[in-house]
């Protein structure tokens, strides 16, 4: 674990943000940045797993994430204007009242001229499947940062199958927490180790 992810884990605000203006001064890239810190995050959501962290030990990392991002916010890829066609649906799953990482995505996917319909957090399927209908989006991303709420990933795609739109969307999967052998279990197309792979997927997905 890297400094500033170990620092984040560790709540220590002001070394985070020491350690984020060091890095942004020496010319380290603000996606590396949001990678050390997406690092830092899951060793917060191990820790709350673990019952060693609370929910106000949470929501205060995700105060200090918040305050990074106004930090790199000036170095970021700016907004491109949507074509109104590459369209992704984004939220992250029931039980699962984590937004940052979802946001980092959101962020970089406007960047990049996708219209992103953002459902915000503690989505339920019947939610995501609405939302894919009435858009006619191609690509469905699920967010988690706490690894209890993987099966209502499963729920969701099972939903979308359910619903007869599984062969027309493309479903991946991200947050701290989830790898390959989650997304087999949720049964998704895609996992995402980070948020420009997400996006990279869903330029892909929207080549074809």
Known sequence: MTELAKALMELDEQKVYQLVEE???????????LAECN?????????????QYFLSQMLFSAEIFKNVM??????LPQTQE??????????????????????????????SGFEVIDLGVDVPAEKFVAALQESGAKVLGLSALLNFTYPEMKNVV??????????????IIGGAPCNE?????????YYAEDAVA???????????
């Open 70 to 75: 106004k930090q790199l916010e000036a170095v």
């Open 23 to 33: 890095k942004l001064n020496n010319g380290v890239s603000p996606l590396d940045i």
């Open 181 to 189: 052998q989650v997304r087999q279990f949720a049964g998704a197309d």
């Open 198 to 208: 997400g996006v990279n997927i869903c330029k892909k997905v929207y080549a074809c």
């Open 39 to 51: 690092e830092g995050m899951a060793g917060v959501g191990d820790l709350f797993s673990q019952g």
């Open 82 to 111: 949507s074509t109104g066609k590459n369209k992704v649906v984004i939220g992250t799953v029931k039980g699962d009242i984590h937004d940052i990482g979802k946001n980092i995505v959101v962020s970089l996917l406007k960047g």
């Open 158 to 171: 099972q939903a979308v199958t359910d619903a007869g739109l599984r062969d027309q969307v493309t479903i």
